[in-house]
């Protein structure tokens, strides 16, 4: 992982997690347990997998309740901060969000996977030949940011200032622009302002917007468009934010945020902690989604699934996800 989140593997080191299936959940009076939620606030790139697949799966498997709340990382993030939501797991894209909550409310969490980000396309927009054809690789991936920087190609993507996904996606056509040599200019020509309100969308409306043909094509994680069944351009690993090993590539792009803050690029993993003390219901789904069956689920909806590791303070992890 990116150095600067001082990661530690902790599969096949001195910790490890207890991963062999959902064993215990430390309950004795499942009665009592069946009023005890996980109530989980995530990256609105999740929402399917979590409120459809992990979810549904946590309250069959364990003797907890699953409630979960979508929205960009950084946004939802600040409201944990604000007390304004008071979930008891946070699950976000990227470490920076969950150090928004730090050292309050957590100072660890656990990377498990990661999507690469593609561009979705509308099968019924009216570029989708032009789109068709780079997907089949029959014209070249350059053409893709000339497509998006014509005048009347409608793109979306989500809030830089708000949402890792937005700032990757930011960072991508950057990158993408200066490796294929493109004119100056055509960065701001696909993405003009940061804030651009003819372009910009929350996370969990974007796709649907995309679905309905509102858009010519947005930014997605590779999950989201296997999860929905869209059309998709993959993009290479060099400009994808999904791959540990390319993270000094990606460092090289960088967004300035509305505040001033300039954002370098780093991967994109999901990770996750719990908020505040935490209780048997969060442990417990952290427990079941670092499992078997939850890999299983992440796997199937388009995650690459790596061994877990621990960023920021081991030594706080609840003891129940790991074993000596």
């Not at 940061?194 to 969990?204: A, D, P």
């Not at 858009?215 to 929905?228: G, I, M, P, T, V």
């Amino acid at each position: 992982m990116n150095g600067s989140k001082a990661a530690a593997v902790i599969v096949g080191g001195a910790m490890a997690f207890s991963l062999t299936g959902c064993g215990s959940y430390g309950v004795r009076d499942v009665s009592l347990a069946k009023h005890e939620i996980a109530n989980v606030v995530y990256a609105g790139s999740l929402q399917f997998v979590n409120n459809e697949e992990v979810g549904p799966a946590f309250e069959k498997a364990t003797p907890f309740r699953y409630q979960g709340q979508g929205g960009g990382s950084f946004g939802m993030a600040q409201e944990i901060k604000s007390k304004t939501l008071a979930p008891n797991v946070f699950e976000s894209i990227g470490y920076a969000p969950i150090q928004v909550i730090e050292p309050k409310d957590t100072n660890w969490a656990i990377a498990f996977a990661a999507s690469p980000l593609v561009v979705a396309y509308s099968p019924t927009s009216r570029y989708a030949a032009e789109l068709n054809a780079i997907r089949a690789k029959k014209r070249p991936l350059k053409d893709l940011f000339t497509l998006m920087a014509t005048t009347g190609f409608h793109l979306g993507r989500t809030n830089p200032n708000t949402d890792p996904q937005g700032q990757a996606f930011y960072m991508m056509v950057e990158l993408a622009v200066k490796h294929y040599h493109l004119p100056a200019g055509t960065v701001g020509q696909i993405l003009g302002t940061l804030e651009n309100s003819k372009e910009v969308y929350s996370e969990e409306g974007i796709l649907t917007l995309l679905q309905s043909g509102g858009l010519d094509a947005s930014s997605a994680f590779l999950s989201e468009a296997l999860q929905r069944h869209l059309d998709y351009i993959t993009l290479p690993t060099w400009m994808n934010f999904s791959s540990p090993r390319e993270s000094s590539v990606y460092r090289s792009a960088s967004v300035t945020l509305s505040d001033g803050k300039t954002i370098s690029g780093e991967p994109l993993t999901v990770d996750i902690t719990t908020v505040g003390t935490p209780g048997k219901a969060s442990v417990g789904f952290i427990k079941f989604l670092l499992g078997a069956e939850g890999s299983a689920i992440m796997r199937k909806a388009g995650y690459q699934v790596f061994p877990p590791e621990v960023i920021g303070s081991a030594t706080d992890i609840p003891s129940v996800l790991k074993h000596s």
